[in-house]
């Protein structure tokens, strides 16, 4: 049972959902959203108020101007990319504190959330979760 807790609170202290994602984001709370995904992907579509730092050009020098006491959320496209877990990874080795947003960009639309770029959409219908 200590081994399965251990698990659940890892999982909970590193990746969060869309649903706490737009809360944070509205509530005030100290969070940039980082779209690790290669700048084309970022013009096209992105989650509002996001900064593009794509997970290969991720380096001290073009991270040096970032808050390093704020909490930095990075996304891709969702569960069939990796940029955002390679982003949190290598932003981690940088000395932020990250988390990864589940199901990226996809789950972020799929429950109803505005994105901005050359294909955004406005919000839709928002689908609670009954979590």
């Known amino acids: 049972m200590e081994a399965q ?27 940039m959203v980082i779209d690790a995904r290669k700048t084309f992907g970022f013009e096209a579509e992105h989650i509002p108020g996001a ?16 808050d390093k006491e704020i909490l930095y959320v990075t996304y891709c496209d ?3 990319c990796n940029a955002s877990t390679k982003g ?13 947003l589940i199901g990226g960009i996809e789950w972020w639309k799929f429950d109803g959330y ?8 406005k919000a ?7 979590c």
């Open 5 to 31: 807790l251990k698990h659940y609170e890892n999982k909970l202290a590193f990746e969060m959902d869309p649903s706490d994602l737009f809360d944070a984001l509205n509530n005030g709370e100290k969070v």
């Open 51 to 66: 900064i593009n730092i794509p997970h290969r050009e991720m380096n001290a020098e073009n991270t040096r101007h970032l």
């Open 78 to 80: 969702g569960i069939g």
């Open 88 to 100: 949190a990874l290598n932003m981690t080795k940088l000395g932020f504190k990250v988390k990864e």
């Open 114 to 121: 505005a994105t901005e770029g050359t294909t955004g959409k």
């Open 124 to 130: 839709g219908l928002k689908i609670e979760c009954a």
